[in-house]
């Protein structure tokens, strides 16, 4: 019996795609993208614990971004991280470009959202983050004729400081600097 897939964006995915082609042959990415480190190598997971509800990310680009733990499916309908990492890996040009410092978390808080075992609900990124990263990172999407993502939109997410819907601010350096490790920073007048 075959599962269908969710739906994924097949326009979104190629105008993505055509905006990586774009940026490497204009030289916008440097080789620093083909220097032997694949975005999607292979990464052993740890066993997954039959009880648990969160699983270790796997997604090479979003490991070491404040949280480790993830939960599928995800908002974007992405049933497994495999499915997630194949999209997500699409932006990896506008990463590299640094056109933003708040893209990288942004993206992966939106396709590997933090998953805490005690805490049920969803945890999103604060618009903010989001606003934060369409700012740097949208105007050169516009310059190669690509708009900011519709499922993306800044405006679906909370404020920070709302209590009744509680949002995840970017890790400064120094909560998860290089080490990969360390918990999430959440906005909200409840604390962490």
Sequence with gaps: MQRALPHISVRCSVSVLSMLLILISSGQVDGSYHSGVSPMPHVPA????PNSRCEEITI?????IGYNLTSFPNEMNHETQEEAGLEVHQFWP???IKCSP???FFL????TPICIEDYHKPLPVCRSVCER???GCAPIMESYSFNWPERMACEN???????DNLCMEMPSEEEHGDRGAGGSSAGGS???
Excluded: N, Q, T
């Design 60 to 64: 090479p680009m979003c490991r070491g």
């Design 102 to 104: 708040d893209l990288k």
């Design 46 to 49: 740890v066993p997954k614990d």
């Design 157 to 163: 997410l909370p404020v920070s400081g709302d209590s």
């Design 133 to 135: 990263a369409r700012a």
């Design 108 to 111: 992966c808080s939106m396709y």
């Design 190 to 192: 409840g604390g962490s």
């Design 94 to 96: 506008l990463v590299e």
